[in-house]
């Protein structure tokens, strides 16, 4: 990995992430259409959710530290817990099934990616027509069941082109949250998975030796991952308290499902 390319994954990881549009399909497009080198991408790729936990940790470390002071010295534990519940399924099923998923042609399939990518953008669309049927104001007044269906709705980012943010805030906004607070409760309930994900490369030998031969594109795609997540985080979080604001996410996924998908189909 030379050092454009490692600046270009930061960048397309940062800025797609945490914005619904699926970051995993993102860079697997970026793949086919930059023709990157096959061998260790998808470490690299692993390598890089590091700068975006970086900066996760930092946009939220005062929401973090009240919910340890909640948990530590007021023996308020809800809102933990439910971060908790909402970590376990895909975190599970992550581990469980992670060696199939990662060898699986299917996981990825760039036609894998443009469909997903199609049909969660449909889905957005019609979940921001929906009315909102409950009176939850925020993630603080989730219960352990809505917590566990934001969690299962998780599951479905292990399929490249959904995206994990995308999912919980579709969940989130039918269990009640509106979506900003959907969206900075998916943002929460990722750090878990986030951290076991960065943790679990580093635990295998492949991984540290990949780390330490590719110190230098690492620590620049990181960096660039970083300082564009920090602001993607940002930019978000703000459009989404503009009404039907999942609206322009989904149009923009439903037309470069298409686009990439229609592409493929004449090239094949």
């Known amino acids: 990995m030379n050092i454009w390319q490692s600046i270009l994954l930061g960048f397309v990881q940062g800025l797609t992430e945490f914005i619904p549009v699926s970051s995993s399909g993102h860079l697997e497009i970026a793949q086919q259409i930059f023709q990157f080198s096959s061998e260790n991408f998808h470490l690299f790729l692993e390598f890089i959710n590091l700068g975006t936990l970086l900066a996760l940790l930092i946009y939220f470390r005062k929401r973090i530290v009240r919910i340890v002071k909640n948990v530590g010295t007021e023996r308020n534990y ?3 817990l439910n971060i908790l519940i909402t970590s376990i399924p895909a975190g599970v099923i992550g581990l469980i099934l992670g060696d199939i998923i990662e060898n699986n042609g299917f996981f990825s399939s760039i036609f894998t990616v443009s469909i997903a990518m199609a049909v969660v953008g449909l889905i957005m669309l019609i979940v921001d027509h929906l009315p909102h049927l409950s009176d939850l104001k925020n993630e603080n007044n989730l219960t352990p069941g809505r917590a566990l269906i934001i969690g299962l709705s998780q599951t479905f980012a292990l399929i490249p082109g959904t995206s994990r943010s995308a999912s919980t805030i579709i ?21 878990p998975i986030m951290c076991g994900v960065c943790l679990k490369i580093f635990l295998t030998s492949q991984g540290r030796d990949y780390f330490f031969a590719n110190l230098g594109p690492l ?8 300082l564009v997540g920090l602001l993607a985080l940002k930019f978000l979080l703000k ?3 503009k009404p039907k604001s999942l609206q322009t996410f989904g149009k923009y996924r439903i037309i470069l499902g298409l686009l990439v998908l229609g592409i493929m189909l004449i090239i094949v």
């Open 219 to 226: 620590l620049l795609g990181n960096l660039v991952a970083f």
């Open 171 to 191: 969940a989130g906004r039918l269990v009640g949250l509106d979506s900003e607070s959907a969206a900075e409760y998916s943002f929460l309930a990722s750090i």
């Open 239 to 241: 459009y989404l308290k």
């Open 78 to 80: 809800k809102l933990a």
